[in-house]
């Protein structure tokens, strides 16, 4: 059996977490810690679980942590975990800052322990499918790549007043928040980008940008645009891949877009065919299926379980975390910064 303790429910995320462990054979959630006891407390009764008001018991009590906190603790309780050798799943964005992406990144290749970054596009199907695409050439050269990822929750009140925009506790708005899903699936699927230009704004009023816009350059000549908010009322295509031989276009990957989008999630067009037409395709995005976060929990419990390294890496959460400080440098300084 396998002892895994949540720290936090600072981020709504832990919930979707803690039902995929409590789902799975061999693997027990033995603890939950959070600074705010009345959260925690809530959180362990709806969960049956242990409550555990000292950070270190409840650490100790487990054989891995899972984080979801307010993204300015990630570093210090990542530290707490590696120091008693535990292995650590990590809410992305990985950090709130570059400061504390490097105090993160000491952390772990100090303590050689087992580390995951939370990015749940990597185990939806269509994201897959999209990387063959990619990889085996079928679009041909790729020109443009525009990824628009988003919620609506900035239009709720309610949401206006928790941690996730108030940049002491986040580190950003929506285009750390929502942008490093971009931002990770980006360098997933075409490495590293040269460099960025970027704008945002904050059409709510927030401390945070509720909006932004970042054009990220490659060598080679390929554009990504990524465009992150908190204020989509509605939206349909999320993903869209242009090449010299054809076109794919995704829907339905995005809380503004999963409801919806009803059908034809995935539209490929083939230069080559005989008719201007698009060839939807079966896949059905994880979105749509259910348990779209509860894949991170699944894939780290089978990485614990088989004793392998974690399918998305601390590497993988610097780059994601990287690319969006340099476009926030780009919009402070209104020119070109380079990654």
């Known amino acids: 059996m396998i002892r895994i303790a949540i720290l936090s429910f600072a981020h709504y995320h832990a919930n979707f977490w803690v039902e995929a462990f409590q789902s799975l054979p061999e693997i027990e959630v033995v603890a939950i810690w959070d600074d705010n006891v009345v959260r925690g407390r809530e959180a362990a009764g709806r969960f049956k679980v242990r409550f555990a008001p000292d950070l270190d018991a409840a650490i100790d009590a487990a054989d891995a942590v899972a984080i979801c906190s307010e993204t300015i603790n990630h570093a210090p309780l990542i530290e707490r975990a590696?120091?008693?050798?535990?292995?650590?799943?990590?809410?992305?964005?990985?950090?709130?800052?570059?400061a504390e992406a490097a105090r993160i990144e000491k952390a772990v290749r100090a303590a050689g322990m087992p580390f995951m970054q939370s990015f749940p596009k990597r185990f939806d199907p269509v994201s897959h499918e999209l990387k063959r695409l990619v990889d085996t050439g079928e679009l041909g050269k790729i020109r443009l790549v525009r990824i628009r990822h988003g919620h609506f929750y900035g239009l709720d009140p309610d949401f206006r007043e928790r941690w996730y925009v108030d940049p002491a506790l986040s580190g950003g708005g929506a285009l750390l928040d929502e942008g490093v899903h971009?931002?990770?699936?980006?360098?997933?699927?075409?490495?590293?980008?040269?460099g960025v230009t970027a704008n945002a704004s904050s059409s709510l009023g927030l401390k945070v940008e509720d909006q932004a816009i970042a054009i990220f350059d490659y060598v080679g000549g390929m554009l990504a645009e990524v465009t992150s908010s908190f204020t989509f009322a509605a939206a349909d295509a999320s993903i869209e891949i242009y090449g010299s031989e054809?076109?794919?276009i995704v829907s339905g990957v995005d809380l503004a877009s999963r409801d919806i989008t009803p059908s034809g999630h995935l539209k490929i067009f083939h230069r080559t065919?005989?008719?201007?037409?698009?060839?939807?395709?079966?896949?059905?995005?994880r979105f749509k299926l259910g348990q779209f976060h509860h894949q991170n929990a699944i894939a780290f419990a089978d990485s614990l379980q088989r004793k392998v390294q974690p399918p998305v890496t601390l590497d993988d959460g610097l780059r994601s975390v990287k690319l969006i400080f340099r476009a926030?440098?780009?919009?402070?300084?209104?020119?070109?910064?380079?990654?």
């Open 82 to 98: 590696l120091a008693a050798k535990r292995a650590v799943l990590c809410e992305k964005p990985l950090a709130a800052n570059l």
């Open 182 to 194: 971009a931002a990770d699936l980006l360098c997933w699927l075409f490495g590293l980008p040269a």
């Open 246 to 248: 054809g076109t794919a």
């Open 273 to 285: 065919q005989s008719e201007r037409v698009w060839n939807i395709s079966p896949i059905v995005p």
């Open 328 to 339: 926030y440098e780009a919009i402070r300084s209104g020119v070109r910064t380079q990654i």
